[in-house]
């Protein structure tokens, strides 16, 4: 299926020879692809169905557009590939991984296995953590016969008090590689005040087993903390070598189809790596980051500082934050109960979704946690599934137009979506009353879904007020209407490339390095030692960036730090200037902290006579790429009439029930129509509701805003 | 009963709101703590009340620490109306355990919401110190008579007024403890409780006052339907379990506490009858340690899909006799409550309930034995390598071991039971801000107990001074469980391993950190002197050359080990959890010499431990002789048993061995009463039963199968003590009482 938008003014020219430039995301169900002529200034989607056995095809198969468009023809004339993968966390997440073996400070080989005590619970919501009996640790990516122990010891001055005896080292790593594994990680305590022993091992390793996937703690996540440490190392091990295999054989076939310029990789820091430099652990988890990265160029594009990104899928809703045209980090990431450290864009998610089932427990009206995913699926797919989801509430309500769902590739079954509403929600609940029933399942979700929109902005110290809502996910424009206006914000946007919105996000992408290093001391710290650590990191970060094309004109370089009081164990980001860094400067930036520490936790909060630390300091490299060239259209009147495919009743309230609604075919509306809700407009991919009241208006990007508190035009 | 029903969506959002809420108060909490325990171990929890002091919502954290806000504010209310009153803006803080707190190093600090002039609710927060003045440093003063003597006791105190923080109070917090960065903490708080409100401002203005309180009743209501019904569905009967202390502080004196569990219909009983009177030392727990211990497993095990609010306790009843070991008065000392009294209260109510849950064949899959069963830590304190003062509640025992399941082990360094969101230290965390240098920290092999489901492992620490300039450090230890286990197995599984606290000198430390030789990482490759100190000491200096070992307690199994599946006891042995030798003289698994299980070889080593337990055993109706033996009975998986391999046949109205179809008699009946039985050392169940501190008072009391030699019942008896008993009544609400009509 593809999509193609026509005519406007190409501004292109940064892509030299090459005319094209293509972004491709694979997602669990589809492969998503943006390809931009910049000599026409058009820009083509795609989907394809992933191809779970070998992804690469997927990827082949969404770059077939039409229209003579083919990978042979795009390929040769590509001037920036980047690409989203979820190769990595599939392995992660489905075992299948490498056999890893990992080499840990002697006493210490268990820490990955008692997992700070919290590995049976880690990332999973309140029910189930509530739930103690079924919670469990996950079956450990190494398990203890592939755990050596090793005798050394560093000190938390990074002194070696017991040096690394080479023979043992040799015998840590032959007996592992006599155990056939695939993968070697390297974790031991302190290595990132004093890496010298990790790297010794490494010798060992690379001597006794050239070409052996072998990752080393202190330069995947120099920070405090050897739990996190040591699962960013052993993930890496896990998924590095599938996923290195995968992406050489993603080039090797882009080659072959005639591509020349360098393959970007997307990563979860919000940046791309070329692909020869990818770091495995850092691409897990990179879909979610892609869709923030999306919403930033987006919204820069059109203006807009602050911004709440929000993804509604089958089963998950997230949510980023752009705040003054910049995501956040997050302090650390839990997939697979696994937590580790990897800089990566912070986005926050709830087991809520189009898939959520609907339950009724004793009076309540439950939504979730438990989801008919994609297969049986909602009642309305007619594979069997008997619980009501909120996608089938959708149905019932009119929202969603069975014959028209995904451009009308999937029938829906209406009449089972209202037996099992009916029979599971309103019966119960509702006296019978199927519109009550599912009006009411929307508003529970929504509602969870607003609370997580306010927990994240609030939480932070800021305003959702502040803030336009970014909407993307099959299910997102669905429900926007509701959970925007509900988390108090007062505009909407619905991209025009939001079905492939993550690959929208990898063709828009940068080349970006973040590098962190704990260094903890107590403020005011020695300039010069602060001025040395960035000296070095953001040698480090324009070096690698170096590698990947990029001369140091070309590099946008920002710091940061992280800084709490004496002995919290949760720091604050505060940016830190650039230039010489003297103690005045550095005064700032704890004056910084402790303001943002009152913002965040009220007046008085603050507690200076702790005293103030400083924890980490970040380096954030930005190697810029051309961007996709788009096109600002001229309006073509508000009027929107040629884009009305007809009306139906839909159902917006139960007390005046359902009424006749007028139906927008999306692909049809131009630059400065304005619909009227209560109002459809309907997409190949998703549907779009504009609740009464409110009203929507076409941008010169084609891109949807819709105006959640209604209001005058 | 409020005056309007809610509709169910408006019901459903606004308690996803306050859920939300009372998370968002914990994490503000955690976040800007700089306590020890609550920020390396989540030591902590919030809340929000109704105007009186009714349990709305319970924040994802320590479990106790929230069920002790209803207490305070109900007290707050009572003393301070009138003076010095309660005003909007206003915030009290309290530490006193007759108050709300269980133990003086746990602070709350509460706060009423206003609107229209009145109270509306109150949100709260409370978490563990590192020290509060005192005795001793880090908060449990260790060989103490009085209350005076465990440091800083304050009733509800205004710490804010009006929105403004007291400084006067602040600072004279401040001057009882030795610790500064208990201000951060209080500071943290007060944040805690600014969130809530805020945020319940929101919610009042977004709904209207009158929809949010309504929500807050009927969630209570709520909750108390759905937990009759649950308490209905479960079977009838009478469980009565038995805890023992192990030190006082002053001398290794052995305390008992006992608890009677009665269910009937749609009410739960506690009844604590039997525990010992109150002691001179801090081992004991108040009335808000008694309440809210009780309560932690009756959320955890009943109520996992029930909102955990007041509407629970409408149905639970607990009674303990005024001036026991858990229910003490005025003046007695109780710093280590949350150690002894209080903890062992809440593992005296999960064994209860666990027995219940698994009796039913609805609710089997939620029983558990019981969890590690009591909190082993070792306190450094001093001047750190920093400069700064320090008190260290070393918190690597909340890597505690999980319970056993009816159907698949515990988990290994699970957590605390007592919270729903558990977590240590890094080593490098503890070692960056204290001036100790680990050698290890791992899994502790045996320590989980056997068990056809092996309950979970629990770990072991050693570390050295370090780095600390030659300052003089001190060393306090808190534990209970080091001579007998606590954690009991359920329905024949083994206890979980015994805490252990152990002095190493002479084991030339110094000398091979001076050249640089590997470090000895394991208690056995230590060397040196083994100084076995008691679970319970006072301040011990700590010099350089000297190391602190200690490990806690693992969990409890569940059913006879001889039946666990073989190749799960070589896994656990390739895995480091079991022994070679446990897995042989234990689980009576014999491995092939080419790896894998030898088969043959276990089958005839467990026929031989089954043989040597009839040789042992006496009692029963035949004394270990030949018994009669009917047909097993057919109904199996879904009915109603009262151990694991005793089930009750409805048709034939008694209860039998569902392996060998030997008759137990009626339904409330004790099977141990025609048990077998015989009393072994602690040691059979394992290396870590608490032999480095063996006083010879405690055995193992083995009930087994008199037709097939079943291993049915483990009790951990003091010896002379009697066995507790438990019987079921009736299988559930309507079930026609059998046994009671025939007689």
Redesign the interface.
Known sequence: MTREERGGRPTGGAFGQTRFAVGVDVGGTFTDAVVVDTERGILHQSKAPTTPADLSQGVFDALEIGNGLSAETLLPRTGKFAHGTTQSSNALLMRRGAKVGLIAT??????I??????G??AGMG??E?????P???PDPLV???LIR?V?E?V???GA????L?PQEARRAVRELLDEGVEAIAIAL??SFRNPAHERALRGVAAELSPGMYVTVSSELAPV?????RTATAVIDAYVGPSTVAYVQRLVGRLQAAGLRCPLLILQAGGGASRAERVVSVRTIESGPAAGVLASQYLAERLGFRNVIATDVGGTTFKVGLIVDGAWAYARETVVGQYTYRVPMVDVTSIGAGGGSIAWV???????GPHSAAADPGPACYGRGGEEPTVTDADVVLGYIDPDYFLGGRMPLQAPLAEEAVRRRVALP??GGDLARAA??IR??VN??MA?LIR?VT??RGHDPRDFVLMVYGGAGPTHCSLYGREAGLARAIIPFTAPVHSAFGAVSSDVRITLERSD?Q?APPQPGRVRRLYRELEREALDRLRAQGKRRGEVELRRSASLR??????ELSVPVPRGQLDGRALGRVVAEFERRYEA???R??A?R??GVEFIGFKVEATGREAKPPLVRRRPGGADPRRALKGQRPVCFDAAQGYRRTRIYEGERLVTGNIVRGPAIIEHPSTTVVAAPGQWAEVDPYRDLVLHLRGGRR | MSGRRL???T???I???L??IA??MC??Y???????PL??ANDGNAGITLADGSMVVVG?YVIIQANVLPLTIAKVLERCRENPGIGEGDMFICNDPWVGPIHQPDITTVAPLFHGGEIFCWTGASGHQSDVGGKDPGGFSIGVVDVHQEGLRMPPAKLVEGGE?RRDLFDWVLNAVRD??V??DV??Q??AN??GQ??LRELIERFGAETVKACMEESIR?SE??FR?RLTSLPDGTWRTRQYIDHDGHAPNLYKLECTMTKRGDRLAFDYEGTDPQVRSQINCTYTGLIAGTLTPV???LC??IP?NRGILNRVDIRAPEGVINNCLYPTPCSMATVSACYLTLDLAAAAIAQMCAASPDYH????AIWTAASVAPMVSGTN??G?PFSLVEMSH???G?GA?TH?DG???????FT??????????T???YPV???????LPDSGGPGMYRGGCA?EIAFIP??HGGEFLETVLIGTGHEMPNSVGLWGGFPGGCGRHIRIRGSEIAER?GR????P?SLEGMGGEWEVFPPKAPRTPFFPGQVWYSSWQGAGGYGDPLDRDPEKVLADV???LVSPSCAREIYGVVPSPEGGVDHPATEALRERHRAERRSRAGGGPAGGGPVECGEPPRLVGRGLRCKEYVVWDEARGELFCRKCGFSFGPLDADPKGRALWEDAPLSRAGPVMGQLYDRGRFVLRLYYCPGCLALLECEVLRRGDPPVGSQLARARAGMPRRAKKKG
């Open positions: 002697r006493g210490f080989g268990d820490q296995l008692i997992m700070r005590g919290g049976r619970v309140l029910p953590r509530r739930h103690f009996a919670t469990r640790k398990p203890r016969p122990e005798a010891r000190d938390y001055k070696i008090l017991t040096p005896d305590l302190w405090i903390g050897e739990y996190e427990d004793e009076g309540r009206l439950r939504i609940l509702f009006l009411g508003q529970v509602a969870q609370d927990k609030v939480e903890p107590a009081y004496r002995r919290q164990m949760h965040r936790y009220g008085g909060a507690y006579e702790a | 509709d169910p969506v019901f459903e959002v308690l996803h709101k859920n939300q998370e968002e994490i503000s955690i976040n800007c703590s700089g306590s020890e920020v390396q994802p923080l500064p960065l201000g951060l500071k943290a007060i944040a600014h969130v805020a945020r709520y339907s759905r019904k959320y955890i095990m996992h899909d955990w899959q939620e029983a558990m390598q920093h700064h909340f890597a505690a999980g399941l698949r988990v290994d360094s699970a957590g605390m039971y729903t969101t558990p977590l240590i230290s890094n080593i490098e965390t070692e960056q801000f240098l680990y050698l290890f920290r791992r899994q770990g370090h780095g950190l640089g030789d590997p470090l990482a390739a895995g480091g």
